[in-house]
């Protein structure tokens, strides 16, 4: 019973998210999937209602092109170079 999302609804980041979408209903939908994510050990709900992926989402996450080999989000990656 998950909602359909996409990268641009799903953060890749390794860092501690929001999840967020552009409607106010599939945000909604969203907290639920990071809910059900964490229970199953994905993802960890952090106290101030974020998340943070945990590194059993690692294989997915690498299937899909948005981390590495050594786990590292694309984005996180992308993100600091531009920062600098």
């Known amino acids: 019973m998950f909602a359909l999302c996409t990268t641009e609804d799903l953060k890749t980041t390794r860092k501690p998210h929001f999840p967020s979408a552009h409607s106010n209903d599939k945000s909604i939908d969203l907290i639920r999937v990071m809910n059900d ?17 945990t590194d059993k989402i690692a294989p997915a996450m ?13 984005i996180d990656k992308q993100n600091e170079e531009n920062q600098k």
């Open 37 to 53: 994510l964490a229970m199953l050990g994905y993802a960890d709900a952090l106290s101030d209602g974020q998340f943070v992926w």
């Open 62 to 74: 690498q299937a899909a092109y948005e981390w590495d080999e050594d786990d590292a989000s694309w």
